[in-house]
T-cell receptor
Framework: ETGVTQSPTHLIKTRGQQVTLRCSSQSGHNTVSWYQQALGQGPQFIFQYYREEENGRGNFPPRFSGLQFPNYSSELNVNALELDDSALYLC???????????FGPGTRLLVL | SQKIEQNSEALNIQEGKTATLTCNYTNYSPAYLQWYRQDPGRGPVFLLLIRENEKEKRKERLKVTFDTTLKQSLFHITASQPADSATYLCALESGASKIIFGSGTRLSIRP
């Protein structure tokens, strides 16, 4: 176990809806990253938060947004869901740059 | 454009042999590179990190090399076992706090 938890484990939404995914990092880990992983692909970096501020972003549109809270939890919000948003969403926390990333088990999102 | 490529989608080898996986990158100058293992339906698990000034790193049956001239990392599993069967991912951190993953190599060790 990595000490990183995610909820829910599975979710089904319809196109156009909004979704919020949650992650609880290891205590003391002030850096959290979110990834999208399609079947058969590597994780794609969505964004990273450090001390509640976004400090890195991948090639994802603004309808993907996030929040990080002082209690080491974080959220990924996706608005106006599209069919292609169906994927495994992973969060990973770490102490800082060049430190080990610890991944959660992921949330599998299906958009119909 | 920046790219990371892992040499093959799948690798099938006999138990006891050494598995060698390749990760090539272009248009990056990473300070370090990481390797992860991922089992079906699970999140990736960190295995090893190697820095640009390190040629080789070992951990038990695992060995990683990093050649910044060739822009390549090799990941070796010696004395492979069926329990080593999984997808292996390489990842590097570009500037601006972005961690980029390759698409992974699915390794199968047959008894």
């Amino acid at each position: 176990e990595t000490g990183v938890t995610q909820s829910p484990t599975h979710l089904i939404k319809t196109r156009g809806q909004q979704v919020t995914l949650r992650c609880s990092s290891q205590s003391g880990h002030n850096t959290v990253s979110w990834y999208q992983q399609a079947l058969g692909q590597g994780p794609q970096f969505i964004f990273q938060y450090y001390r509640e501020e976004e400090n890195g972003r991948g090639n994802f549109p603004p309808r993907f947004s996030g929040l990080q809270f002082p209690n080491y939890s974080s959220e990924l919000n996706v608005n106006a869901l599209e069919l292609d948003d169906s994927a495994l969403y992973l969060c990973a926390s770490r102490l800082g740059v060049e430190e080990t990333q610890y991944f959660g088990p992921g949330t599998r999102l299906l958009v119909l | 454009s920046q790219k990371i490529e892992q040499n093959s989608e799948a690798l099938n080898i006999q138990e006891g042999k050494t598995a060698t996986l390749t990760c090539n990158y272009t248009n990056y100058s990473p300070a370090y590179l990481q390797w992860y293992r991922q089992d079906p339906g699970r999140g990736p698990v960190f295995l090893l990190l190697i820095r640009e000034n390190e040629k080789e790193k070992r951990k038990e049956r695992l060995k990683v090399t990093f050649d910044t001239t060739l822009k390549q990392s090799l990941f070796h599993i010696t004395a492979s076992q069926p329990a080593d069967s999984a997808t292996y991912l390489c990842a590097l951190e570009s500037g601006a706090s972005k961690i980029i993953f390759g698409s992974g190599t699915r390794l199968s060790i047959r008894p």
